[in-house]
Each structure stands twice: as C-alpha cells, then as structure tokens.
C-alpha cells in the first residue's frame, strides 16, 4: 500500500501512537500522553494497518541502527589497531570486550546503543601480538 494512502487511513493519533511505542513507550504512556484509554491503544495494536506500518518502522529503525553499528565498529577497529600499534594490548583488549557487550546490548535492545569512551595511556611495555592471540586473551577476559 502506498505511503499516502496509510497516512490517510491512519489517523494522526494513530501515526502519534506509532512513534511514541517506536520510542519505547508503554501502552500505558502512550494512552496518557495521547489522552485515550489504555484499551483504544490495545485495540489499535491489533488492527492490521497499524501493525503493518509499526512492524514498517520497526524493521527501519533497525536497519538504521545496524548501518550505525557497522560505521562504530569501523572506528573501534581503527582504535583497536592504533593501540596495538603503540603497544597497548590492554587497551586493545578492553575495546574488544566492550564491542562484545555492545553487541549483546544492540541484540537485546537496537534501541538503546552504548557509547565508547576510549582513552589511549602512553604503553608501559612494547609488545608484539598478533590477532589469534588478542582474540584468545578477549576470550578469557569474558570467561572470567
């Protein structure tokens, strides 16, 4: 169905309620900040027009949040190598634990992405490391 076609069929209140579950609202915070009882937004919930665009915007939103994800990677592997450049494993192997726990986040919640602060100490040791052993060493870094 074409775009302009839904606008009309749904109702401004009904494009309100969309956004406001797309933020993370409940139906009960929806109802109240659009003024309507809990059971209209129940119903609505349950109209085909309406679970088509939510499940429309959802999927977007989700596309989004993954082509955001992949340019954040990006970056934490350019960090990641100019530490292990310096010699800062430890560095390296904290930017990998957290790329894991934002993924588990990002998985659980697409909506709530972490943000990465990095700080790079000037290295205490020199070392050579390649990239088996700094994924074996996050490894056990999770592990424990």
Known sequence: MQEAMKDDILTSRKQQAILLLLEGKSMVQVAKELDVDR???????????????????????????????????????????????????????????????????????????????VQIIEPMHNYTVNAEDLLEANRKLSSN
Request: net charge neutral; aromatic share 4%; with cysteine.
């Open 39 to 117: 059971n209209t937004i129940a119903r609505w919930r349950k109209e085909p027009l309406f679970l088509e665009e939510l499940h429309r915007q959802q999927k977007e939103q989700a596309q989004l949040i993954t082509l955001r994800l992949e340019t954040l990677t990006a970056k934490a592997v350019d960090v990641c190598c100019q530490a292990l450049e310096e010699g800062n494993v430890k560095v390296a192997l904290t930017l990998l634990d957290r790329f894991d726990r934002i993924q588990e986040r990002a998985t659980n919640d697409e909506r709530n992405l972490p943000r990465i602060n």
